[in-house]
């Protein structure tokens, strides 16, 4: 319990961890979903021109 | 007759530049004047809104004053290359012979000989406003006189980058307070450390050697960013 | 090797190039994370001055760190891409500054937090460290806010690439200035100047948490230039047929 408690600063310590965490996750989710639309967007384009030829 | 006859040298190129600006500016004198009222303004709303104190008003003077400098300039940057830009003389000095440096740095001097040279004479008049002792006026006008010219060479890169572009003006001033904020931090400091009667030449020289470097690197970077903006 | 370099600047072989690569970099990035925190929050025994407040190192200083390096890259990236007109590089110049920023803001709020039990305020305009990287922020911002407001992807290109430059040879230029401010009085710092004269048991985590960062974090620049690429080269041959063949794409 005292792991949690950081010797009176866990609020201090574990929001920074926290925060870190929600940083990477939120970097990485991002980027993925990003580079999807993009992907998805391109395909329909595309694919919508081939059908057309 | 051979093009190379009559062709100006490279001096009078800058010259006719800045000369350029400079009668331009004359037959306008609000560009002038704006900057200056603004200045102005800052340095007598502050004492009007912080009470009379003159400890308090020595304490936040050589601050107050050079944020109001640096704001000044940063409006007055907003128009060095847009009347230009609008009326299409713009293109015409990138397809000029001569070197675009220099005549961006023509521009650049008639900007700061319009702007900053007369924030540097009406300064000893605001720090009467703020109390200051004798010894910081001189320090502030020169801190002043080399913060400016920073800005104006280094301001010159943004306002080329922004030139035309859609909310111009807020987009050069957070390009500009990156670039400002040393020159800020010196100056201002520099006159507080001479009104309290301490050594201030550290923040001097820095100023001028941020002035000198300025000088020598910030035309070729404006020179490359007219050209890109203006593709 | 020229060679090599010749192929690495092509953006088809980027794009696979970068698909391989980024597994490698993130399994090791995330597992050294993973040791650095635990190690940094458990086994590494408390500051015999800041208690356990002084953990928060191992998520700050990697944060900050990792700010001025994507800076760099980022710089110069640009450079690069300005002088060898390699339009690449502006790809990676343009992944790299939304991620640079992300760590800045982290880096500020670690600081800050870590301050208010430290100083008792929740911002100390004397720590130079802190008001650099706030003045790096605004680096930051100026880079993406440039870079949206120009419509013309090649020229958006070219003039954040001048105003990376420019900031560039500001950096240090900033850092010393708010260094000579701040020790005009003597302000507190966050981290002790002393450095790696830390207790190994201290260190070996910090160094495990900066590693772990880059190494995620190139991960992840990796893949955000894959976007970029993907989104640049849109109207090319070669996307087209990647998008025609059917393939499992991430």
Redesign the interface.
Known sequence: MD?LA?????A??W???A??FA??V???WR??V??RA??RD??V???AV?ERL | MRPDDNMPGLLSALYASARRDLLLAWKRPGDILNPLFFFAMVGTLFPLAVGPSVEQLQFIGPGVLWVAALLAMLLSLNGLFLADFEDGSLEQLLVSPQPLVLLALGKTVAHWLTTGLPLVIISPLMAVTFHMPPQSIGVLMLTLGLGTISLSLLGSIGAALTVGLHRGTALLSLLILPVGMPVLIFGARSVSLAAAGDTYSAGVSALAAYAVGALALAPYATAAALRISNE | MLTFLHKMASPPHFYGLANTLGPWLAVPGYLL?AFG?FAG??VAP?DYQQ???F??I???VP?AYLSMMAYMLMAVASGIGLIWRIKLAHAVAAAAAP?GA??T??AL??GS??G??MWGTWWEWGDPRLTSELILLFLYFGYMALRSAIDDTVKADKASAVLALVGAVNVPIIHFSVEWWSSLHQGPTLVKEGGPAMDPAMLYPLLAMIVGFTL?FGA?VL??I??EV??RE?RTNW??HM??TPEG??
Request: hydrophobic letters at 45%; glycine letters at 6%.
């Open positions: 792991a950081m010797g009176g600063y866990g201090y310590v929001s920074c961890f925060m870190t940083v990477f939120f970097n990485s980027a993925r990003r580079h993009v992907y391109l395909e384009r595309i694919k081939e | 994370i925190a929050l458990f408390p208690g356990d407040a953990r928060i191992y998520v700050h944060a991620l992300a760590f803001l982290l709020a670690t937090i870590w208010k039990p995620v992840q893949r955000r894959r976007t993907l989104y849109r996307v087209r998008i025609l794409e991430s």
